[in-house]
């Protein structure tokens, strides 16, 4: 499986009576982590080319930088939400348990919506490992100071607490969970590795990116991971869902929150 954002674009056309809907763009990628990086460069993208952002523009006089509109501030909220750390990590833990993620902004004459959610391709044929074992906070902290030196506190605030093998039922070998996504590397993540009964241990791993799934579809598991690759593999829970939140309507966040 891999994700896919989205970003619409929805409001009134005047004079007609009618509302007009637009995709303004779409991306595919292996990550949650690149999933929602590039639906924070598309917020900041909308916000500046609706506002560009006084505190940072070359040609506004200092007076013309007061804030005095009332009512919806769409580029704000755009821009709080495509910087705020602790919301992307929550946002990223949401989306890889299965969970579809709307963040949706008025503005005065139009609504824009940003989606993110897992896409599960058609023609799955093996059930997905239902192993699973505590991840030791201690542990994993020290894992992800070694790779990237520092951690901050909103970051760990959202760390898996327990992990679920993402390979297929009956794999050789280990089991194994992508835990934490490197911002340094991202051809590389954070995987812990286990035995039934055992602490987790972790490893930085490549990612596989095969990409000879449906529609082209690359896989998410790390390189020379047990077969088959993840576009191959049945996940009924993550389904059930992802069917419940699109038939319910949910959102994740509304007004960037």
């Not at 007061?66 to 910087?83: F, I, K, S, V």
């Not at 340094?184 to 799934?213: F, I, K, M, V």
Request: charged share 20%.
């Amino acid at each position: 499986m891999n994700y896919r954002s989205e970003v619409h674009a929805e409001g009134p056309v005047y004079g007609t009576g009618h509302t007009a809907h637009h995709i303004l763009g779409t991306h595919h990628t292996i990550s949650p982590v690149l999933a929602l990086r590039w639906l924070s460069g598309q917020a900041l993208h909308i916000a500046n080319r609706l506002d560009p952002d006084p505190a940072h523009s070359p040609w506004l006089p200092p007076a013309a930088r007061q804030a005095t509109a009332t009512g919806p501030d769409c580029p704000t909220e755009l821009r709080t939400w495509a910087e705020d750390r602790h919301r992307q990590r929550v946002a990223r833990e949401r989306i890889k348990a299965g969970h579809p993620l709307f963040v949706v902004v008025p503005d005065a004459d139009c609504t824009y919506t940003l989606l993110a959610c897992r896409h599960l391709p058609p023609g799955q044929t093996m059930h997905q490992c239902e192993a699973t074992t505590p991840v030791p906070p201690l542990g994993l902290l020290f894992a992800i100071l070694a790779g990237q030196g520092r951690a901050l506190g909103n970051d760990l605030a959202h760390a898996p607490t327990r992990a679920h093998c993402e390979l297929g039922h009956g794999h050789d070998g280990e089991h194994a969970d992508h835990v934490w996504d490197w911002d340094h590397q991202p051809t590389h993540a954070l995987w812990a590795r286990w035995n039934n009964g055992d602490t987790p241990r972790y490893e930085s791993l490549p990612w596989c990116e095969t990409a000879d799934g449906p529609q082209n579809d690359a896989c998410t598991l790390y390189r020379d991971h047990p077969h088959p690759h993840a576009w191959a593999l049945h996940d009924p829970g993550t389904e059930a869902l992802l069917r419940k939140d699109h038939t319910a309507g949910g959102t994740g966040e509304c007004q960037g929150e």
